[in-house]
């Protein structure tokens, strides 16, 4: 089975941390590049971090200096540590995997971050 399953999300004050993982099943982190995409309510899905297959990673501007991407390829797990988390964070969180025309998107995990 080809799989992503997100969890970690959960519900934190403003200016606390949370750590998300992404659990691949079927194929290898490392083969290809990793996403972390968001959706929040009323607005369109944005990609926010990925690493790439060698490790290396960028960021969206508006979580830059505040997230980390990295995985575990032994582990086929990706993970994302969120710091200095804001209201605007809140968003439904999906791990992402592309290879070729097949995608694949996990369920989604929930972060919601009050003031």
């Known amino acids: 089975q080809v799989q992503l399953v997100e969890s970690g999300g959960g519900l934190v004050q403003a200016g606390a941390s949370l750590r998300l993982s992404c659990q691949a099943s079927g194929f290898s982190v490392n083969v290809n590049d990793m996403h972390w995409y968001r959706q929040a309510p009323g607005k369109q899905r944005e990609h926010i971090a990925t690493?790439?297959?060698?490790?290396?990673?960028n960021y969206a501007d508006s979580v830059k200096g505040r997230f980390t991407i990295s995985k575990d390829g032994a582990k086929r797990r990706v993970f994302l540590q969120m710091n200095s988390l804001k209201p605007e964070d809140t968003a439904v969180y999906y791990c992402?995997?592309?290879?070729?025309?097949?995608?694949?998107w996990g369920q989604g995990t929930q972060v919601t971050v009050s003031s």
């Open positions: 992402y995997f592309a290879r070729g025309t097949f995608t694949l």
């Open positions: 690493i790439t297959k060698t490790g290396s990673t």
